[in-house]
């Protein structure tokens, strides 16, 4: 299998620099349009496609994104590794802004996405107990470092759905339930990504500390748009180092990120609704025959 990695680019993230043979290309999918075009290109002999999450410009607020459109467009263009690049807050002194975070847990508090590609006509029930791929985990730590970025390896991401900043009430819960950072993105995207086979993580750039530091303002946009414009040049340089060290690793993912649906389909073949089963040509057509 040969890999094919997507940068899912947030808050900062609009375009991605030094790709060669680069072209933006409208990708369609059955669940709506994308945010955007999608970019293609190459670093060196890595193949990567790159996705603005909120578009460029910024014009999708987090729940106004199409996740199942960005999720399969990025599988129909043959990914096979996500990489997310996301600004968050942070609910610990020791992840200060501009420190990197390679999560590896969620909490899932939205409620206003559709969260899978499956449902009647054809139920799929995928594990979410390990929601990041660990190998793919493992090469961003390792690239983070040899960039020299701060970078904390593990931690829980809280995704709220927002628009607002949290409450100080919730962002005191939050840090009680061991939360450690937060956002308003990655889920239902890494649910998404595991139900189309897709090898996820997350790299998440610290920008704030939210509302509950006694010595920080609370969290504003403006703040948050000044940390990330050094964050992206790191992102960049970070992205650069793992994406040709990932395309060399050939094969499907040690971790089982390829095949989780081997295990997850319920519904009996003859029970199966065939116009859902066209929908999901691109991200379950290995195992339903698409
Ligand atoms: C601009 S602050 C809030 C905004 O930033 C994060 O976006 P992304 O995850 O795409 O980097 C956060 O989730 C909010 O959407
Ligand atoms: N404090 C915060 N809460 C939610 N999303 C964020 N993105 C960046 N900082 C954030």
Not at 117 to 129: I, R, T
Request: hydrophobic residues 40%; aromatic residues 6%; contains cysteine.
């Amino acid at each position: 299998m040969t890999r094919r990695i997507g940068i899912i680019g947030g808050s900062g993230l609009y375009e991605i620099d030094g790709l060669e043979d680069k072209e933006w290309r409208q990708v369609g999918t059955p669940w709506g349009a994308p945010s955007d075009a999608l970019l293609f290109g190459r670093l060196g002999e890595a193949e990567l496609v790159f996705l603005p999450r909120h578009g460029r410009g910024h014009r999708l607020s987090p729940s106004g994104i199409n996740y199942r459109a960005n999720i399969d467009a990025l599988k129909r263009s043959g990914v096979t590794d996500i990489i997310s690049v996301s600004a968050c807050g942070s609910f610990r002194e020791e992840l200060a802004p501009g420190d990197f975070v390679v999560v590896d847990q969620f909490i899932d508090r939205t409620f206003a996405r559709e969260k899978s590609f499956f449902g009647n006509g054809m139920v799929a029930h995928v594990s979410m107990a390990h929601p990041v791929c660990g190998r793919l985990g493992d090469m961003l730590e390792t690239a983070a470092r040899a960039e020299g970025i701060t970078v904390h390896r593990g931690g829980t991401y809280l995704v709220m759905e927002g628009p607002q900043f949290s409450s100080l009430a919730e962002s005191n819960l939050y840090r009680q339930w061991g939360c450690d950072v937060i956002g308003m993105t990655n889920m239902p995207e890494a649910k998404l990504a595991r139900e189309a086979e897709i090898c996820y993580a997350t790299v998440a750039m610290v920008t704030d500390y939210d509302c509950w530091h006694p010595d920080h303002e609370h969290v504003e946009v403006e703040s948050v748009i000044r940390v990330l414009v050094g964050n992206a040049v790191k992102a960049r340089g970070l992205v650069a180092r793992a994406a040709p060290e990932l395309a060399r690793h050939d094969g499907a993912c040690p971790r089982g990120c390829n095949h989780v649906l081997d295990t997850a389909l319920i519904t009996a073949p003859d029970a199966r609704d065939p116009e859902m089963l066209k929908k999901l040509d691109a991200v379950a057509g290995r195992v339903l025959g698409g």
